[in-house]
């Protein structure tokens, strides 16, 4: 069956605010549907504003005083159903809101009642010519209580037939005015009646005030009541009008009737179910379709700001960073170089009386650990925080739904919708971390892969040692287009043909493309973290396509009723 929870809508298209709308109804509906699907009980509903005497006329209707009625305005709280005792009214009532309360009024004393709000207070007799008959008084149509007018709009979901009670002071009202209009739109069976007239000229002026706009009464079911100031439910059941109503109402609902009644609700009710259902898939649908758009853009716009910052990072790296990265590389290679070990011990020859004197400082030695934190920690992350507040200015300039009522407009302002400053810092840390493990390992694999017979020839000449170094601060501090360039002036006018300078320049080309991506991959992280966090945000409000297969379901089970 229908389920509001599982439907859902960002709001991206104008047809929103009516999916809304069919979000406040169908649900009913639907439940309306079943329930009365199964069941041969007709719902004759009264309806009216404030002081109209529509409870002294369902009074004499039902020939005992049930619904309390006077001068005090309102009078009427809650509905109250008049039914059989058998009439099947509280099983499987399609309504959350209202509790089902059931009293005999066989054998016992019985006063009017007000009703309660929230209850459906059903009141049973054993009449036979009334057995397949509910009626029902309902709270006024244009009660201060937004609670009762929620009653009455249920409760004209189960109606089969309307009692549409008005008066001379009241007809014209906007409230019970648009109500009877909807009745007469909905092409519902109703019995019109003009209560406390004073004579037939007021009829007349009030039939031909409908006429004027748009509600052609029907002479057959439109009587008028006159104006009774003292127990008007007793006498009214002696004024030729009533009885005509009363006489024509029940006639229409005897029988054969009953069963043209009911037949003719169904077909009304499952006509009705088609077309919101039928729009409620096509408005989703266009807000699925809006949702892919909005996609689009949204890469877009992330790719522009991605770009831009990757031009940015070109320009600037730590000098620091690049110093670590040099001593990584020369003591993961140093072991092939055969000239080291006499350079150090020279260098440790010269430099030792300056270290003892403290002319010349003494290289402490520092965990790998510690060098990752100590660099991480300087990263400048300005730039990185700026690009991310561009992307989300240009996302809320640009993408965001123009009604403030949209779920997305809401969304998309809420503080959990942006990458805050702690997760950008936390996220560009991981990603360090990420590379230096990566540099660490394809440091050891190239020491490890290198050719013994090639180890002399690389390692010994000081022009591709230099290269190496160079071609690795090319790559992190300006990308790719630096890195070629570096590899070809440095490089380029020493390698010959032979094997050893190929295979080094080959080597130094491929993992420097790879560092320098990698590093920029880090840094665009976390723009990828805000769009991605956008696009989780969009999904959520989106109906999934299981529900929507669900809702295609619902409306081929309604195709061959």
């Known amino acids: 069956m229908f389920s509001r929870d599982k439907i859902k809508c960002p709001g991206l298209t104008a047809g929103a605010r009516e999916v809304d709308r069919l979000l406040e109804q169908l649900p009913k509906r639907w439940a309306v549907y079943a329930y009365k699907h199964s069941r041969e009980l007709l719902w004759v509903v009264f309806v009216g504003g404030t002081g109209t005497g529509k409870s002294t006329i369902y009074n004499a ?137 004073e004579d037939l000229l007021a009829s007349r002026e009030v039939a031909e005030s409908f006429r004027e706009q748009g509600i052609e009464v029907d002479r057959n079911r439109f009587w008028v009541m006159p104006y009774l100031p003292s127990r008007p439910s007793e006498k009214l059941r002696d004024n030729p009008e009533f009885r005509s109503f009363a006489a024509r109402l029940l006639a229409d609902l005897s029988g054969d009737r009953a069963l043209v009644v009911l037949q003719r609700e169904r077909i009304r009710r499952v006509k009705k179910l088609k077309e919101q259902t039928r729009l409620l898939v096509d408005l989703l649908g266009a807000e699925r379709e809006a949702a892919k758009n909005w996609l689009r853009q949204l890469d877009s716009f992330f790719q522009t700001v991605s770009k831009d910052l990757a031009s940015q990072q070109e320009k600037q790296f730590d000098d620091e960073s690049r110093d670590y990265l040099q001593e990584e590389i020369r003591r993961l290679f140093g072991k092939y170089d055969v000239l080291g070990k006499p350079r150090r011990l020279v260098s440790q020859i010269i430099l030792s009386p300056l270290r003892l004197f403290g002319l010349w400082p003494q290289k402490g030695q520092e965990s790998h650990k510690d060098a990752l934190l100590r660099i991480r920690q300087k990263i400048d992350l300005t730039p990185i925080k700026a690009a991310v507040e561009k992307f989300n200015r240009t996302v809320l300039e640009n993408l965001s739904p123009a009604s403030d009522l949209s779920p997305l407009y809401r969304l998309l302002r809420t503080p959990e919708m942006k990458v805050s400053d702690e997760e950008i810092k936390a996220k560009i840390w991981d990603e360090q971390d990420k590379l230096a493990v990566w540099l660490e390992k394809t440091f050891q694999q190239m020491a490890q892969g290198i050719p013994k017979s090639k180890e002399w020839g690389i390692y ?100 061959g009723i």
Not at 144 to 163: H, K, P, Q, T, W
Not at 180 to 185: K, S
Not at 485 to 510: C, H, I, M, N, W
């Open 61 to 197: 209707l039902c020939e005992k005083p049930l619904s309390e009625t006077g001068v005090e305005r309102p009078k009427t709280f809650g509905p109250i159903v008049y039914a059989h005792r058998d009439a099947p009214v509280a099983a499987d009532f399609p309504f959350d809101s209202m509790t089902v309360t059931a009293r005999s009024l066989e054998g016992e004393a019985f006063s009017p009642q007000a009703g309660t709000a929230g209850d459906l207070a059903v009141l049973q007799h054993a009449r036979k010519d009334l057995a397949h008959v509910a009626l029902v008084d309902t709270p006024d149509l244009d009660s201060l209580e937004v609670r009762n007018r929620e009653l009455v709009e249920d409760l004209y979901l189960l109606s089969d037939v309307i009692v549409f009670v008005t008066s001379q002071e009241k007809y014209a009202d906007e409230v019970p005015f648009k109500f009877l209009q909807r009745i007469y739109r909905d092409e519902k069976i109703c019995f019109l009646l003009l209560n406390k007239a």
């Open 460 to 559: 010994s000449t000081s022009i591709l040692w230099g290269g190496l170094i160079l071609s690795f601060e090319a790559a992190i501090g300006g990308g790719i287009t630096l890195l070629e360039a570096a590899l070809d002036s440095a490089l380029a006018p020493f390698v010959t043909k032979g094997a050893v300078e190929l295979f080094a320049y080959r080597e130094l080309q491929k993992t420097a493309r790879e560092l320098a991506k990698r590093y920029q991959d880090g840094i665009l992280s976390v723009l990828r973290l805000q769009r991605d966090r956008y696009e989780q945000g969009l999904q959520s409000l989106l109906t999934s396509q299981q529900t929507m297969d669900e809702l295609a379901a619902l409306q081929r089970s309604l195709a």
